[in-house]
């Protein structure tokens, strides 16, 4: 099992948005099989746009390969890769809502700043 600083900085390096860590999921659960992408986007209920930005994301970190032009099935580029993925996957499974903020918190960090200057603090 890795570390949790090592998978927190996997899950928050990896994934731009919550749909790439769905997709992941479905795919490694499914491991076996190849899937065209609008399979994917029946399979997850997503649009075609989210489901191809998701597989570009996975293919960009190692987590799957596009075979016959369009079909992506899940080969991690390294058992390392792949150890951290499924953490990644345990983690969402029992911790859902840490894991979004993982995802969510890194693209507006600014954001974060703004409401954290509005929350009132117990002396």
Same mark, same amino acid.
């Given at each position: 099992?890795?570390?949790?600083?090592?998978?927190?900085?996997?899950?928050?390096?990896?994934?731009?948005?919550?749909?790439?860590?769905?997709?992941?999921?479905?795919?490694?659960?499914?491991?076996?099989?190849?899937?065209?992408?609008?399979?994917?986007?029946?399979?997850?209920?997503?649009?075609?746009?989210?489901?191809?930005?998701?597989?570009?994301?996975?293919?960009?970190?190692?987590?799957?390969?596009?075979?016959?032009?369009?079909? %992506? =099935?899940?080969?991690?580029?390294?058992? /390392?890769?792949?150890? +951290?993925? *499924?953490? @990644?996957? &345990?983690?969402?499974?029992? !911790?859902?809502?840490? %894991? =979004?903020?993982?995802?969510?918190?890194? /693209?507006?960090?600014? +954001?974060? *700043?703004? @409401?954290? &200057?509005?929350?009132?603090? !117990?002396?």
């Amino acid at each position: 099992m890795p570390a949790r600083q090592e998978l927190s900085s996997f899950i928050r390096s990896t994934f731009r948005s919550v749909w790439a860590l769905e997709l992941l999921c479905f795919v490694k659960k499914h491991r076996d099989q190849a899937w065209p992408q609008r399979d994917l986007v029946v399979a997850l209920r997503g649009s075609e746009l989210v489901v191809s930005q998701s597989v570009e994301t996975l293919l960009a970190a190692g987590l799957v390969v596009i075979e016959s032009g369009e079909l %992506v =099935r899940y080969q991690p580029t390294s058992e /390392a890769v792949d150890k +951290l993925a *499924s953490a @990644a996957e &345990a983690l969402y499974a029992s !911790r859902p809502d840490a %894991v =979004r903020r993982m995802i969510v918190a890194p /693209a507006n960090p600014g +954001l974060s *700043s703004f @409401a954290d &200057a509005f929350k009132l603090w !117990r002396d």
